[in-house]
Nanobody, 118 residues
Framework: QVQLVEFGGGLVQPGGSLRLSCAAS????????TGWYRQAPGKERELVAR???????NYADSVKGRFTISRDNAKNTVYQQMNSLKPEDTAVYYC????????????WGQGTQVTVSS
């Protein structure tokens, strides 16, 4: 069983930056499509950014140009750099990894709160 743990959430003013980290208990990100999702109160969970096992990335339109997803396989960690944060970015952010080699496995972290407010 793989555990994912997110770090880096917190309270930030509009226009500020945060970097989220998702650490895995063992090496899986190189064989997984990994995404950052978020869920705001009263809203459905949505995909924010994804990095494929091959390193390709894609982003939700709402965060393009502001968020960057990256990966460090040696550290078993995926990051999300979030710049120019807006109040509408406030949500619980979750890390998700879906293995694409062998049997498909779907792993979720526990989430980390990001609040953008003055």
């Amino acid at each position: 069983q793989v555990q994912l743990v997110e770090f880096g959430g917190g309270l930030v003013q509009p226009g500020g930056s945060l970097r989220l980290s998702c650490a895995a208990s063992r090496s899986i990100f190189s064989i997984s499509d990994t995404g950052w999702y978020r869920q705001a109160p009263g809203k459905e969970r949505e995909l924010v950014a994804r990095i494929t096992s091959g390193g390709g990335t894609n982003y939700a339109d709402s965060v393009k140009g502001r968020f960057t997803i990256s990966r460090d396989n040696a550290k078993n960690t995926v990051y999300q750099q979030m710049n120019s944060l807006k109040p509408e970015d406030t949500a619980v952010y979750y890390c998700n990894a879906v293995t694409v080699v062998g049997h498909t496995r779907d792993y979720w972290g526990q989430g980390t709160q990001v609040t953008v407010s003055s």
